[in-house]
T-cell receptor
Framework: KNEVEQSPQNLTAQEGEFITINCSYSVGISALHWLQQHPGGGIVSLFMLSSGKKKHGRLIATINIQEKHSSLHITASHPRDSAVYICAADSGSARQLTFGSGTQLTVLP | DTGVSQDPRHKITKRGQNVTFRCDPISEHNRLYWYRQTLGQGPEFLTYFQNEAQLEKSRLLSDRFSAERPKGSFSTLEIQRTEQGDSAMYLC?????????FGEGSWLTVV
């Protein structure tokens, strides 16, 4: 069992739909990151969460520390949101990250 | 550009050759990480520097791999005697306290 698991692995949505990507982790963490990776490799940090909820534009990230679960929500999805979304647990004293395998999101026009 | 930059972006090499990747982190970030990512997988931790000190190495980092960060600025990751299984994207990241910045990655193809 991976220490960080994401679901679903692949998600196709129609433009405008509300999207949820889930992340469960088994390690103790100091924070959880949500990252976005576009084709070609570049990774952008979307959120870093240690508790509660954060919102940035149409993106919302929540975390439940007791249940070791986090979700990334996208409201009013758009084709430009198509990317791989990765959650990563920040657990070590060296702040190394343990990554999930990613969720490939495709938003169709 | 003040982001994390990596060079080269793409490298094709023959099996058995040595390759070196360079990462220039954001200048005020003292923590620097190397990760490896293969297709369809999330990145895997390779090694971590705080300033010039290499503080942690993954068991994924075999003796063919070496990383340095002289003077605590740029870092290099060298792979000696490359194998086909080394084909992957090598990502560098640097961090201040509360977020992480990734480079664009260096794609390695070993043929």
């Amino acid at each position: 069992k991976n220490e960080v698991e994401q679901s679903p692995q692949n998600l196709t949505a129609q433009e405008g739909e509300f999207i949820t990507i889930n992340c469960s982790y088994s390690v103790g963490i100091s924070a959880l990151h949500w990252l976005q990776q576009h084709p070609g490799g570049g990774i952008v940090s979307l959120f870093m969460l240690s508790s509660g909820k954060k919102k940035h534009g149409r993106l919302i990230a929540t975390i439940n520390i007791q249940e070791k679960h986090s979700s990334l929500h996208i409201t009013a999805s758009h084709p430009r949101d198509s990317a791989v979304y990765i959650c990563a647990a920040d657990s070590g004293s060296a702040r190394q990250l343990t990554f999930g395998s990613g969720t490939q999101l495709t938003v169709l026009p | 550009d003040t982001g994390v930059s990596q060079d080269p972006r793409h490298k094709i090499t023959k099996r058995g050759q040595n390759v070196t990747f360079r990462c220039d982190p954001i200048s005020e970030h003292n923590r620097l990480y190397w990760y490896r990512q293969t297709l369809g997988q999330g990145p895997e931790f390779l090694t971590y520097f705080q300033n010039e000190a290499q503080l942690e190495k993954s068991r994924l980092l075999s003796d063919r791999f070496s990383a340095e960060r002289p003077k605590g600025s740029f870092s290099t990751l060298e792979i000696q005697r490359t194998e086909q299984g080394d084909s992957a994207m090598y990502l560098c990241a640097s961090t201040p306290e509360n977020t992480i910045y990734f480079g664009e990655g260096s794609w390695l193809t070993v043929v």
